[in-house]
């Protein structure tokens, strides 16, 4: 379920038309099949899933950036959060500009935007040296392009082709500084591309994904050793997961149980320096269920405890940290969002942030999990206001 985050954040991307102004964005970060606010993920329960009763009270952090705006789908979104606990994210203004933060261990946030306070900047991951990658609105070619920006503000801009210019999106960051992401061809076809730290780009393509509009092959995720993890749509519009080892070999893979019809199938959407994978599948009924992979194969599918059952209901795990913990998101049966962290040996804490709303597709979304527990998210509240939040277990 690419990268993504709810209508202020997580629509599927589609290829704009050049522009001389900013378009609207479009915004896939990780999981954008299926995002919050959109109706899109999906459980049952299973007897692999034991729900746990946490012996201490959550500590949430909650992040509003001066600056964000206050009406529906605006506001702030965390992202991502590293060992030292700097987070980062994106916040939408007012006028619905979208602008990016990081935020030191102290509180201190630094707002940042690319080519000014229109350009659209969007961040999507960082690592632990404090480097951001994301995309934004380049006025001198009416597109959206890939940036850089390392921890002293130093940024470099880039397009996911290497040349020509193309709606470019970055999804993630190791801390070699590689950026995998994807971009459109002239067909509205996606691409994936890798970016290494001289800034020379790799075009990724799964041997088996479709060449239609919107077909095509999305990375998610790179890993220190600069494995990547994502899914491509095939001819027949089904998803699968693959694999991309460093020496640039490709393996596919699919969940036991995943779906055949069209939309439905694996997504890879996370993977840690140890190899474990998470991730997503469609079954036949169009429920989602998450899962782990571990590096020699073996997949342990999970359903958070009240995660729905209907179509379009379910588990969305995003990321997994180094210690085997996967958090993401679930959709209940009243298709209302709940964080959850799910630890390796498999027992599922779902948690709320303070202030949710308990409404329709709003409610809270785990994003990113640290290497102490620490989890990145966002929450939007009975107003449709967005807040990002650090949670410590």
Same mark, same amino acid.
């Given at each position: 379920?690419?990268?993504?985050?709810?209508?202020?954040?997580?629509?599927?991307?589609?290829?704009?038309p050049?522009?001389?102004?900013?378009?609207p964005? *479009? +915004?896939? /970060?990780?999981?954008?099949l299926?995002?919050?606010?959109?109706?899109?993920?999906?459980?049952?329960?299973t007897a692999?899933t034991?729900?746990s /009763?946490?012996?201490?009270?959550? *500590?949430?952090t909650?992040?509003?950036? *001066?600056?964000? &705006?206050?009406?529906?789908?605006q506001?702030?979104a965390? +992202? #991502? /959060?590293?060992s030292?606990g700097?987070?980062t994210?994106y916040?939408?203004?007012s006028?619905d500009?979208?602008?990016?933060f990081?935020r030191?261990?102290?509180?201190?946030?630094t707002?940042?935007? $690319?080519d000014?306070? !229109?350009?659209?900047?969007?961040?999507?991951w960082?690592?632990?040296k404090g480097?951001?990658?994301?995309?934004?609105?380049?006025?001198?070619v009416?597109?959206?392009?890939?940036f850089?920006?390392?921890?002293?503000g130093?940024t470099?801009?880039?397009? @996911?082709?290497?040349?020509?210019?193309?709606?470019?999106v970055? /999804?993630? +960051?190791?801390s070699?500084?590689?950026?995998? @992401?994807?971009y459109?061809?002239?067909?509205?076809?996606?691409? @994936?591309?890798?970016? !290494?730290?001289?800034?020379?780009?790799?075009?990724i393509?799964?041997?088996?994904?479709?060449n239609?509009?919107n077909q095509?092959t999305?990375?998610?995720?790179?890993?220190?050793?600069?494995?990547?993890?994502?899914?491509?749509l095939?001819s027949?519009?089904?998803?699968?997961?693959f694999?991309r =080892?460093?020496d640039g070999?490709?393996?596919?893979?699919?969940?036991?149980?995943a779906?055949?019809?069209?939309g439905q199938?694996?997504?890879?959407i996370? $993977?840690n320096?140890?190899?474990? $994978?998470?991730?997503?599948?469609?079954?036949?009924?169009?429920?989602?269920?998450?899962f782990?992979?571990?590096?020699?194969?073996?997949v342990t599918? #999970?359903?958070?405890p009240?995660?729905?059952?209907g179509? !379009? *209901?379910?588990?969305?795990?995003?990321? +997994?940290?180094?210690?085997?913990?996967?958090?993401g998101w679930y959709?209940?049966?009243?298709n209302?969002y709940?964080?959850?962290?799910?630890?390796?040996?498999?027992?599922?804490?779902e948690?709320?942030?303070?202030?949710?709303?308990?409404? =329709?597709?709003? &409610?809270?979304?785990?994003?990113?999990?640290?290497?102490?527990?620490?989890?990145?998210?966002?929450?939007?509240?009975d107003?449709?206001v967005y807040?990002?939040?650090?949670r410590t277990p």
């Amino acid at each position: 379920m690419n990268r993504a985050i709810a209508p202020l954040m997580l629509t599927t991307v589609v290829t704009l038309p050049a522009l001389a102004a900013p378009p609207p964005p *479009q +915004i896939a /970060v990780r999981g954008s099949l299926h995002a919050p606010a959109q109706a899109g993920i999906a459980k049952t329960p299973t007897a692999r899933t034991a729900k746990s /009763v946490a012996s201490a009270p959550d *500590q949430f952090t909650i992040i509003d950036v *001066q600056g964000a &705006g206050t009406a529906a789908n605006q506001g702030t979104a965390a +992202i #991502f /959060v590293d060992s030292s606990g700097r987070a980062t994210g994106y916040y939408v203004d007012s006028a619905d500009n979208y602008h990016s933060f990081v935020r030191a261990p102290d509180g201190a946030i630094t707002p940042f935007d $690319i080519d000014g306070s !229109d350009s659209q900047t969007i961040a999507h991951w960082a690592n632990d040296k404090g480097a951001v990658t994301g995309d934004f609105f380049d006025s001198s070619v009416s597109q959206y392009q890939g940036f850089l920006r390392k921890a002293n503000g130093k940024t470099k801009t880039f397009d @996911g082709a290497s040349s020509g210019t193309h709606y470019t999106v970055t /999804v993630s +960051i190791n801390s070699k500084n590689a950026v995998i @992401g994807w971009y459109y061809d002239d067909g509205d076809v996606p691409h @994936g591309f890798l970016r !290494d730290k001289s800034g020379a780009i790799t075009q990724i393509d799964a041997p088996d994904a479709g060449n239609g509009s919107n077909q095509g092959t999305t990375p998610q995720d790179i890993n220190t050793d600069g494995v990547t993890v994502g899914f491509y749509l095939d001819s027949s519009n089904l998803h699968h997961g693959f694999i991309r =080892a460093s020496d640039g070999t490709i393996s596919e893979f699919d969940v036991a149980g995943a779906g055949t019809g069209p939309g439905q199938g694996t997504q890879g959407i996370g $993977i840690n320096n140890k190899g474990w $994978i998470t991730g997503d599948y469609f079954d036949s009924n169009s429920v989602v269920h998450g899962f782990v992979r571990d590096p020699g194969g073996n997949v342990t599918p #999970f359903d958070a405890p009240d995660a729905g059952t209907g179509a !379009d *209901q379910g588990t969305v795990p995003i990321e +997994i940290n180094n210690k085997g913990a996967a958090t993401g998101w679930y959709l209940d049966l009243n298709n209302v969002y709940h964080g959850f962290v799910r630890a390796k040996n498999g027992t599922v804490t779902e948690f709320d942030a303070p202030g949710a709303g308990g409404g =329709a597709y709003l &409610g809270t979304s785990g994003y990113d999990i640290s290497k102490y527990g620490v989890v990145a998210g966002y929450d939007q509240d009975d107003d449709g206001v967005y807040h990002g939040f650090l949670r410590t277990p």
